[in-house]
């Protein structure tokens, strides 16, 4: 009589994990012409440069915003809102990616995280500017 009930639990317990797991959430990867395009014409676009504060200082995006521990990365979301689009990038792409999962994953924004990262912009020759 009680093996006829086991099956069913197993199979409840199964579906009550299934459901309370969230799926990853990926930030969307961008390659170097489709930032450029974004810096063009998105007039809510914030760019986050990941990196390191004394990276940042020797060269960055134009524009960006360093943000280089998660709490920074928070208080630049809770100020500016959902409403803007994030690109962030960090030295090769990879902490970039990361970073961008963990705010998916906490805040209902758009984001995209720069493939190659900031070596990549570099290689492709694009313009960089120093000083916070």
Wanted: aromatic fraction near 8%; charge should be positive; glycine fraction near 6%.
């Amino acid at each position: 009589m009680m093996k006829k009930y086991i099956r069913p639990l197993i199979l409840i317990g199964l579906a009550v994990v299934l459901i309370a797991t969230k799926p990853e959430k990926h930030p969307k990867r961008i390659n170097v012409k489709g930032l450029q395009q974004m810096i063009d014409t998105c007039v809510s676009l914030v760019i986050v440069d990941i990196r390191k504060p004394q990276q940042f200082e020797l060269a960055h995006i134009k524009n960006a915003i360093n943000a280089s521990c998660s709490k920074k990365l928070f208080q630049i979301i809770d100020t500016l809102g959902n409403k803007a689009t994030y690109v962030l990038y960090c030295k090769e792409g990879e902490r970039s990616k990361d970073a961008g999962m963990m705010l998916l994953n906490k805040y209902n924004v758009k984001v995209y995280s720069l493939q190659g990262g900031f070596d990549h912009w570099l290689r492709k020759g694009m313009p960089t500017y120093s000083g916070k």
